[in-house]
């Protein structure tokens, strides 16, 4: 872990100040940072599952982990072009390409959250008495 966060440091340092130093949306340090998170996220699952740790598969903490993935593969897909003109295809009559990845995206991955939220909450409740 320690490499990777060595490599997208440096690939933050040089997209800042090299290659997108102009821009103010820097979608290369969003698109690298998300493939990083993919990446690490499959291979920490597949250990997982590997050494056969099926609890933690099914558990609340896999779940807050597993809720971003959507979120992150469908932004890098609109920032991953350098043609900003791309979220403004019109798909459905009044509704663009960016509007309908973000809606989606964001239920699914806020529901998921909610979903973490409302198990921690009930979790919790059991444990700690009321007064």
Known sequence: MRYIYLFFLTFVVIDFFVIQKDDDLKTYMFCMGSFLYLITFFVFSFNKLKSEDFNFILSNDYRLLSA??????????????????????KIIPNYNLYSIITDYINFVSYTIFLWYIYIEYRNHKRVIPEE
């Open 68 to 89: 971003p993935i959507l979120m992150f593969f469908g932004l890098s897909l609109i920032f991953a072009f350098v043609n900003s003109d791309i979220g403004d295809i």
